[in-house]
């Protein structure tokens, strides 16, 4: 275990700079600049602005200095948001994304699994088809038209729950669902499928003629082997979760990486770009790695390679 971590650590590093790279690259080859808005301003202001930010600079010595920087934990500073650096507004804007993330990961899990417990074990019944019924909305409803129900239903009809910033706990909630809603159904219909298929071995039906109940059975035996193909996509969909939410965090005016991001590349923010991207990488290696890890402690025949 412990050199599958150096070994992580190691790609990791790897990976991230891979990344850096292609981004730095691409926010530099497409039409336009961090200042070309600002039509308004003389050129001289504008040069100096370049000089200031070095990008007054040829490319390759721009991509030295950025991993000079990069090297020493240093992102840079944004060319819109005066006086503040990435590190400053990721650290403000990330626990915001990372609770959204976390919380719909929550909701996804337990919905996703119960619903897809229920309509396996009552399969070809009402509740097997209401349960597939709402997984195909789930999947099929894009986040705007969900967050947009939900607002309706639960905050402008029966006003129990507020609409939007992110102030409370009750704040969190029809974000978290919003956000919740289409992985929740990816997993439903995965643990319907991995119940159906292990509910049919040999060893569930020797665990009945022992005397275990049905839900024991079900909890106890089926569930535990049913959930190992869904801790497989249980990282990616949680970098997902926490990095996706960027049409969530718009709808319902949360303070997270989403909305930066999005300003950042409307405004050519190079930096500030590079910086976000890092960090949704830096999440879906981490959240991979966990995943490995309780793979192999839900199934300890399974090995891991490096």
């Not at 150096?6 to 730095?24: G, Q």
């Not at 396996?120 to 349960?131: H, I, K, M, P, Q």
């Not at 195909?136 to 939007?164: C, E, H, N, R, W």
């Not at 999005?262 to 500030?272: C, F, K, Q």
Request: with cysteine; net charge positive; hydrophobic share 55%.
């Amino acid at each position: 275990m412990f050199w599958l971590i150096i070994k992580r650590i190691f790609s990791a590093l790897i990976v991230l700079w891979i990344v850096a790279t292609i981004t730095f690259v691409l926010v530099r080859i497409v039409p336009g600049g961090p200042f070309d808005a600002d039509k308004n301003l003389p050129p001289q202001i504008i040069a100096n602005l370049k000089a200031k930010y070095h990008l007054d600079k040829s490319v390759s010595e721009q991509y030295v200095l950025y991993l000079a920087r990069l090297a020493k934990g240093d992102l840079g500073v944004s060319y819109k948001y005066v006086n503040r650096s990435v590190n400053d507004i990721l650290k403000d804007a990330f626990p915001v994304s990372c609770q959204l993330g976390l919380l719909g990961l929550v909701f996804a899990i337990v919905f996703g699994i119960a619903l897809g417990t229920i309509a396996a074990v009552n399969r070809g019944s009402t509740l097997d088809t209401l349960a597939m019924i709402k997984v195909t909305l789930g999947i099929s409803l894009p986040s705007f038209v969900i967050g947009a129900l939900l607002i309706f239903v639960f905050g402008i009809q029966f006003k129990i729950l507020p609409v939007g910033l992110w102030e409370s706990p009750y704040h969190m909630i029809l974000p978290a669902l919003t956000l919740a809603a289409s992985p929740a159904a990816y997993l439903a219909r995965l643990t319907r499928s991995s119940i159906l298929e292990i509910i049919q071995k040999d060893w569930v039906r020797t665990a009945r003629c022992k005397g275990l109940s049905f839900w024991q059975t079900i909890i106890k035996h089926v569930l535990r082997n049913a959930l190992v193909p869904i801790v497989t996509v249980l990282g990616p969909l949680t970098a997902i979760l926490i990095t996706g939410s960027f049409v969530v965090e718009f709808i319902y005016a949360i303070p997270g990486m989403g909305r930066f991001f999005i300003t950042a590349v409307t405004n050519r923010d190079y930096d500030l770009i590079i910086g976000t991207t890092l960090v949704f990488g830096l999440i879906l290696i981490i959240a991979n790695t966990i995943v490995d890890i309780v793979y192999v402690m839900l199934n300890p025949k399974m090995q891991i390679e490096g």
